[in-house]
């Protein structure tokens, strides 16, 4: 409903970005109202959900396979081409993923995040497979579904990937003066009018699971008066840190072979959700590829601590409602994932495949 609204405003000459309310109002870039002017164009009024609800559960599904194919390209499961196991493992994710409440909760409430989620893995897959334009445009697609994905733009940066930069770049521009073109220039200036209020702002929503909100709430009681600035600092600091340091690996590691590829892509894509400073529940779908990538480990002790990160998650709305309003599940989880793909780093680096 929120892109809908946001869609039909925009075709009005209006500004879809205000009032700003988090949770409630229009925050993406103007080239998604393209897309969802597509399926209303297609669908029509009533119509509209429906089409965009099984658009979703298809590119859900088909984010599933993007996923197979990863695990594979990074030796997870070695197939040595025996279809059979290939079928195993493409049921094993298949299974542990179609009954993913955060997917349920996006399909449900009609999020972007499916789109968004499976133009990163198509990303990392195409260019693993030495398709950089095609794979660029992806993470454009992700970039204006969502805008962190632009952080990936550092990672290939890094991997010296100057042709998918490049695609990305393209991508960007086409898109962006598609979407100017069908609603007006002036909504590229609203659009990044709200960006400095985006990143100023703690949603203290207790359906917030970020670290940030939870540390608010937690605080907020004692009164005092520098807790936002400072918590607002701290946590960029951290991620800035986290940040610097996957760079360092990705540098270590650029000249790697598909597993380590897979690897750092994961433990961003985990910095990346987690430092979120807005963590809604459907947010953790994109963590989909690194809980893959642990619960085909080939340590048992690692499938161990995915299988928890997956049971953590799954079962964070129900603790929030039933045990306590705070999203302890949810932050033992999250630490617990960026832990386990931190960790991997050195190993991938070795080459270790145990």
């Known amino acids: 409903s929120i892109y809908h609204h946001a869609y039909l405003e925009a075709a009005d000459g209006g500004n879809p970005y205000r009032p700003l309310q988090i949770g409630k109002s229009y925050l993406n870039h103007p080239a998604l109202l393209s897309l969802v002017g597509v399926v209303h164009g297609v669908g029509g009024m009533a119509g509209t959900k429906w089409l965009w609800f099984f658009a979703s559960a298809l590119g859900w599904i088909g984010t599933l396979f993007v996923i197979t194919q990863l695990l594979m390209s990074a030796g997870n499961v070695r197939s040595n081409g025996n279809e059979q196991q290939h079928l195993k493992l493409r049921a094993g994710v298949g299974l542990l993923f179609l009954a993913f409440a955060p997917a349920w909760e996006t399909l449900l409430t009609g999020q972007v995040n499916v789109f968004a989620m499976l133009a990163l893995v198509a990303c990392l897959w195409l260019d693993i497979r030495d398709r950089p334009w095609a794979a660029g445009l992806c993470l454009a697609v992700a970039f204006v579904l969502k805008t962190s994905p632009a952080a990936f ?36 200036a609203q659009w990044w009018e709200i960006q400095p209020e985006m990143a100023s702002v703690i949603r203290d929503s207790k359906a917030n699971q970020s670290i940030l909100a939870l540390a608010y709430r937690q605080l907020e009681p004692l009164g005092w008066d520098g807790l936002r600035p400072t918590l607002l600092l701290a946590h960029k600091l951290g991620f800035l840190g986290l940040l610097a340091y996957l760079l360092w690996w990705s540098r270590r590691m650029r000249e790697g072979d598909p597993a380590m590829k897979v690897g750092l892509f994961a433990s961003f894509l985990s910095v990346l959700v987690v430092f979120s400073p807005l963590l809604w529940l459907h947010h953790s779908l994109f963590l989909a590829l690194p809980l ?29 409602t039933q045990v306590t309003s705070h999203a302890w599940t949810a932050l033992l989880a999250h630490g617990l994932l960026v832990w386990a793909m931190l960790r991997e780093l050195p ?8």
């Open 153 to 188: 733009a550092l990672y290939f940066l890094v991997m010296g990937r100057w042709r998918t930069l490049a695609g990305a770049a393209s991508g960007v521009v086409i898109l962006t003066a598609l979407a100017a073109l069908q609603f007006g220039g002036g909504i590229l």
């Open 292 to 320: 893959a990538l642990l619960l085909f480990h080939p340590q048992s002790r690692m499938r161990w601590i995915g299988l928890s990160c997956l049971f953590l998650i799954q079962g964070s709305r129900l603790f929030e």
């Open 347 to 354: 190993r991938l680096a070795a080459g270790g495949t145990g």
